[in-house]
């Protein structure tokens, strides 16, 4: 005969089960033992591996600097230096990434990640001169940039760091002119601006459907996007300082009133959004493009790259500034003292 304090699913005397108090603490005591709760760390230790981290790196490019022998005759073959700043890059990411818990990125691992996938242009491209890779083929070069934007996805999307989406957009971007220059091979600056325009619209794409969602990354993307839009702004500048040649071997075909609407547009958006959903990066990007369209407009570049001789005149860009400005500062005012009165 069975004692009424006996358990009837297991026979064992005082013993619940898995719905009573017993089983909650049995499944409570197996929770934890399998995440054991984490140590806190010593005082200063967290600013301690990210100092070192840090410096760590920066001694690592100061030396691969040092032995490329561009200041002296000393200087080291292609793999010492490929080991120089490919161990570091490799080790400091591997420290950031290894051994995290789930939807937790201390700080220390942030910078760590962040240090390593700065270092990884440099070492991708120490091991194509290691490996002899001819610098002049583009291809390589797109391969070198998106490796590094694939390391700062992983770290965004797969470890948690949303920032790290920054990144991952910038090194996209280089990709992207990248690919497109050794598919077209030297293509001028208006393909690149249209090109851009394309990349930056999927940038907004990808922003929106992460916001939807409620994605951290999507306003890194936002950011990304805000720095296309600039670029594509201010890119045809780069007639003043190359008259036939930009940094990708196009030719360019100056600035023109068109794109200095795009460019100050697209930096009030950039300000706007920042200022209406309380982030940082797209407002910082927003000001630079105001400041790059300011010098533009203040110095008359468009004028200078058609060698004509700059007017000051107030007629343009300032008078329909300072009038447009003007009234839509009084509209706002009017406004609020209409709805107070």
């Known amino acids: 005969m069975r004692s009424p304090f006996e358990d009837r699913s297991t026979g064992s005397p005082g013993a619940e089960g898995p719905s009573g108090e017993g089983g909650i603490l049995s499944l409570r005591m197996e929770a934890s033992a399998a995440q054991p709760p984490r140590a806190a760390a010593p005082p200063g230790a967290d600013w301690l591996r990210m100092i070192g981290g840090v410096v760590f790196a920066v001694g690592a490019v100061v030396l691969f600097i040092c032995k490329l022998g561009f200041m002296s005759d000393v200087y080291w073959a292609a793999f010492p230096l490929l080991l120089v700043v490919g161990v570091p890059c ?57 490796a590094t934007a694939g390391m700062a996805a992983y770290a965004s999307f797969v470890v948690g760091a949303s920032y790290q989406a920054f990144l991952a957009g910038v090194a996209g971007i280089v990709a992207w002119l990248y690919l497109w220059e050794w598919i077209l091979s030297n293509p001028g600056v208006n393909a690149f601006r249209w090109l851009l325009v394309i990349l930056g619209l999927g940038y907004l794409a990808a922003a929106a459907a992460l916001r939807a969602s409620n994605a951290p990354q999507g306003d890194e993307l936002v950011t990304v996007a805000a720095l296309v839009g600039v670029l594509v702004g201010f890119i045809g500048v780069s007639q003043v300082a190359a008259q036939s040649v930009s940094p990708f071997g196009v030719t360019a075909h100056g600035q023109g009133f068109f794109w200095d609407l795009v460019l100050l547009l697209v930096s009030l958006a950039a300000v706007g959004y920042a200022a209406r959903n309380k982030v940082r990066g797209p407002g910082y990007l927003g000001v630079v493009g105001l400041l790059i369209f300011a010098v533009l407009v203040g110095f008359e570049i468009n004028s200078v790259i058609k060698r004509e001789v700059p007017d000051g005149s107030l007629v343009g860009w300032p008078l329909a500034m300072l009038l447009i400005g003007g009234a839509a500062l009084a509209a706002g005012i009017a406004a609020e003292r209409r709805i107070n009165r």
């Open 90 to 146: 490799g080790l400091l990411f591997g420290l950031g990434v290894s051994k995290r818990r789930v939807g937790e990125v201390e700080r220390w691992r942030a910078v760590l990640m962040v240090t390593g996938v700065l270092l990884a242009p440099i070492a991708l491209e120490q091991l194509r001169k290691t490996l002899g890779i001819s610098a002049t083929l583009n291809f390589w070069q797109f391969v070198i940039f998106s």
